[in-house]
């Protein structure tokens, strides 16, 4: 069964930094195009950060300049750097991987910004 796992959350202070990892099992990372994304309590799912296979990038403009999304082909995962973290970056950070009509999402990792 296809697997992500994210790991890399939790608790920093304002300002601090934080790099989220979601490694892939069973799927061939390579050829999927990749997305973070983060749910706040009370609020949707929203897109923050995503990759293509070709490493192009986009960015939401809430952590532009902030946050940098990578990819490892070698090692099966994707990275979310996050720099100069605020409150409002508080949320469950998930990442979804997508190639065709697959599309898999992995457990989420928690990522608290409080003093």
């Known amino acids: 069964q296809v697997q992500l796992v994210e790991s890399g959350g939790g608790l920093v202070q304002p300002g601090g930094s934080l790099r989220l990892s979601c490694a892939a099992s069973?799927?061939?990372?390579?050829?999927?195009?990749v997305g973070w994304y983060r749910q706040a309590p009370g609020k949707q799912r929203e897109l923050v950060a995503s990759?293509?296979?070709?490493?192009?990038?986009n960015y939401a403009d809430a952590v532009k300049g902030r946050f940098t999304i990578s990819r490892d082909n070698a090692k099966n995962t994707v990275y979310l750097q996050m720099n100069s973290l605020k409150p409002e970056d508080t949320a469950v950070y998930y990442c979804?991987?997508?190639?065709?009509?697959?599309?898999?999402w992995g457990q989420g990792t928690q990522v608290t910004v409080s003093s």
């Open positions: 990759i293509t296979t070709g490493v192009s990038t």
């Open positions: 069973l799927i061939i990372f390579s050829v999927y195009a």
């Open positions: 979804n991987a997508r190639f065709n009509r697959a599309s898999h």
